[in-house]
């Protein structure tokens, strides 16, 4: 029990000390994380983690609209692509369609890896 509490207190520290390009990266790899999990869910005839791992991913996607700084010139282009995401994790709930996860995984991942690619850059800076 006392190593689990440290382990949650290292745990908020460390979410607490992120720079914002991490903790971006770090959702990036949660939506990835839920859809696997969903797509596995799926395999497994499991629909309840299916449905709450799909929902968990539509909130992280609607948290970076509702956090997006539109301030960039680039921003327009990501508030279309989280939508985008928004569409096709609606797809994915509503025909269950592991097809689509398969589709819609590797655009978070080039996105995630563009942001990390970024924050590289910038740390450099």
């Known amino acids: 029990m006392m ?11 460390s979410v607490n000390t992120m720079t914002n390009g991490e903790m971006l990266i770090l959702l990036y790899d949660e939506i990835i994380k839920r859809l696997t999990r969903a797509e596995f869910a799926l395999q497994q005839g499991n629909i309840t983690l299916f449905d709450e791992s799909v929902i968990r991913a539509r909130d992280i996607v ?11 010139p680039i921003s327009g282009e990501i508030a279309r692509m989280y939508d985008f995401f928004l569409y096709e ?7 269950r369609n592991a097809q689509v996860i398969q589709e819609l995984k590797p655009l978070v991942q080039e996105l995630r890896d563009t942001f ?7 740390g450099a800076h």
């Open 3 to 13: 190593a689990l509490n440290g382990y949650q207190q290292y745990k908020a520290q």
């Open 62 to 72: 609607r948290y970076l609209i509702d956090t997006l700084d539109r301030s960039y």
């Open 89 to 95: 994790i609606s797809r994915i709930s509503a025909g």
């Open 116 to 122: 990390k690619e970024a924050d590289k850059i910038r």
